[in-house]
């Protein structure tokens, strides 16, 4: 992901304009020394899945049901502190909400045809069952004596 400004990619030719994401910025816990009680590092991005125009409808859609349990009123969102660096972090929000995305716009897996056995294979299956069936009756503790 190259610079942070212009329209977020998701697949193909879609794109989310920048005017519909929101940034927040708030201090982040974990590394950082005394450089993170004094930075906005941790970031949070939300993005109205519900409110876009920018996703063609039977994608808006397909998010919406798959994203349900994610979504606050209808708004999704990003948190990203991992970085000391608050435009790395920026850029693993995008990253991330991008891949979110794209997976809940993909379209569903072709069902799968269930495939016949052949015949040939079946009776050669049950013929090595009765041929290790006969093996262990073979077996017989009273044929020792």
Not at 39 to 50: H, M, P
Not at 93 to 114: C, G, I, K, N, S
Request: net charge positive; aromatic share 4%.
């Amino acid at each position: 992901m190259g610079g942070m400004s212009g329209p977020l990619l998701i697949r193909g030719s879609v794109s989310i304009p920048e005017a519909e994401l929101m940034w927040r910025f708030s201090r982040s816990s974990g590394p950082g020394g005394q450089h993170v009680n004094t930075s906005d590092t941790q970031v949070e991005l939300r993005f109205d899945l519900a409110a876009t125009e920018s996703l063609p409808p039977v994608w808006k859609q397909r998010a919406l049901e798959r994203l349900a349990g994610r979504l606050t009123g209808g708004v999704l969102t990003i948190r990203a502190s991992e970085h000391r660096s608050q435009w790395r972090n920026r850029e693993t929000a995008a990253v991330r909400l991008a891949a979110l995305l794209a997976e809940a716009t993909a379209p569903p897996p072709r069902p799968r045809r269930p495939t016949k056995i052949p015949r040939g294979i079946n009776e050669r299956r049950l013929r090595t069952k009765k041929q290790r069936g006969e093996t262990k009756r073979g077996r017989n503790p009273g044929a020792w004596d």
